[in-house]
């Protein structure tokens, strides 16, 4: 049998010694303390896998004693010790956290055999860890989070891909974890100990943009009352991080090709130039060829940073991962909010899996931290999401095969202006069928 360090909390002295004995002798570790505050002081500087309480102590009761032992170690297991007339209390105590209790006067091998029981529990719950931390190291990716085969591609594709200095393109809808990806690219590459420098291209107006990511010196311009590093300077030694890349100008595009082919570059009203190493990752919600074509994106500059791409899936694809995402989004927001939401139940995630999440991971998280904020209950329901919508789960009143063509039919005509003949050919009638037809569901124009 295994053995476990044991405290022995009882102010009866004969109890303490004659229980540590028996425990001795199947080669346990024995502490004792006579109350509970001895006990714990005890707690806060050793570690102890059981402990056994006697409910009935002078000053610290039993009950206060478990619930600060809990509170200083809540994996520690606690045994009460009580007389028949306190039964009712033992059980107060083990809805408090307490393992079990041991009714006066118990014999030796019942003692052996809950401790046995005990361990056997211990070891379950850390191996039940253990899985559960290696299951959620196989589905995470630093903050990305997936067990559908699309993401573990994704992941397996940062590892490969982060050790090299190449320019990296993501793409992917707006709210697919594009940003993540790229913080987890920088970590994993030689430059994770640098800065990540974000610039958020759709978000700084044009005028602004030259200056942001080249910096200015002081008096290029009106409002330019000091010298500022831009955002290229800044990443020096590290990453540089260009979000929404598309929906940069024609003008800037030019600089910055020259900038990823050059390495050199100048601040705004400055003859100086500049150098800086970092390595660029570019992310776009964008179909960037179809920009091309239109003449809105550069073909070079394109290919400059199209040299590795990762493509992030949208949620729709990779509908395996919402549960997790969910409980992930749960927790966290739980935490956060202090509300006892334990789960979420079936109907709710049954809700999600048929949504199709045109925002993405965001709106997933968005919903989910509104179900939080709003729950009432022990358990987020289908009418805590956003996505919910009741009048559009009563369903229809089954129609009639009749019903449904002649419906079929007045979509037809009221769509081709009642021209009789591009109608039937539509159908695929004759327009004699049809003027029937017409007639027969007396249908008007």
């Known amino acids: 049998m295994d053995t476990a360090t044991v405290l022995i909390v009882d102010d009866e002295m004969i109890m303490r010694e004659s229980l540590g004995a028996w425990l001795e002798r199947d080669g346990h570790e024995i502490h004792t303390a006579e109350s509970g505050e001895d006990a714990l002081k005890l707690i806060e500087t050793h570690p102890f896998d059981i402990v056994f309480l006697d409910i009935k102590l002078e000053g610290m009761s039993g009950l206060s004693a478990l619930r600060h032992i809990k509170e200083i170690d ?23 956290g307490a393992y079990d209790y041991l009714l006066k006067p118990f014999e030796p091998d019942e003692l052996s055999i809950l401790i046995e029981k005990i361990l056997e529990h211990r070891a379950q719950f850390q191996e039940n860890l253990f899985l559960r931390h290696q299951y959620q190291e196989q589905n995470r990716f630093e903050s990305l989070i997936g067990q559908s085969e699309s993401m573990q591609e994704v992941f397996r594709l940062i590892r490969d891909v982060a050790p090299m200095n190449s320019t990296v393109l993501i793409t992917g809808e707006t709210g697919t974890g594009k940003g993540l990806a790229a913080k987890a690219i920088h970590t994993h590459s030689r430059w994770g100990d640098g800065p990540f420098v974000a610039v958020n291209c759709g978000a700084i107006p044009e005028h602004l943009m030259e200056s942001d990511l080249f910096g200015h010196e002081k008096g290029a311009f009106t409002d330019a009352r000091d010298t500022k590093r831009g955002r290229l300077e800044l990443a020096h030694g590290g990453t540089l991080f260009l979000d929404e890349i598309g929906e940069i100008s024609m003008r800037m595009q030019i600089d910055l090709l020259r900038v990823l082919e050059d390495g050199v570059f100048y601040r705004v009203g400055g003859t100086r130039s500049i150098e800086a190493q970092f390595r660029v990752i570019a992310a776009t919600n964008r179909d ?6 239109e003449g809105k994106f550069r073909e070079d500059l394109f290919y400059r940073l199209n040299v590795i ?38 109907e709710a995630l049954d809700e999600m899996m048929l949504y199709d999440w045109p925002g993405n991971v965001r709106e997933l998280e968005n919903a989910i931290e509104r179900a939080v904020v709003v729950g009432k209950e022990r358990f987020l329901k289908p009418e805590d999401l956003p996505i919910f919508q009741a009048e559009c789960r009563v369903a229809p009143e089954p129609l009639s095969l009749k019903e449904i063509e002649m419906n079929h039919i007045v979509q037809i005509l009221a769509e081709n202006d009642w021209n009789i003949a591009k109608s039937s050919k539509i159908l695929g009638i004759d327009r004699s069928t049809l003027y029937n037809k017409i007639q027969r569901y007396q249908i008007r124009k």
């Open 288 to 293: 960037l060829q179809a920009a091309i074509r």
């Open 309 to 346: 791409t990762l493509r992030m899936p949208p949620l729709k694809e990779r509908k395996d991962d919402i549960p997790l995402l969910a409980e992930h989004f749960r927790s966290r927001f739980v935490q956060e909010t202090n509300k006892p939401i334990d789960r979420i139940s079936r």
């Open 74 to 96: 809540p994996d520690i297991e606690v045994v009460m010790i009580t007389a028949y007339a306190s039964v009712p209390s033992a059980i107060e105590a083990m809805k408090n």
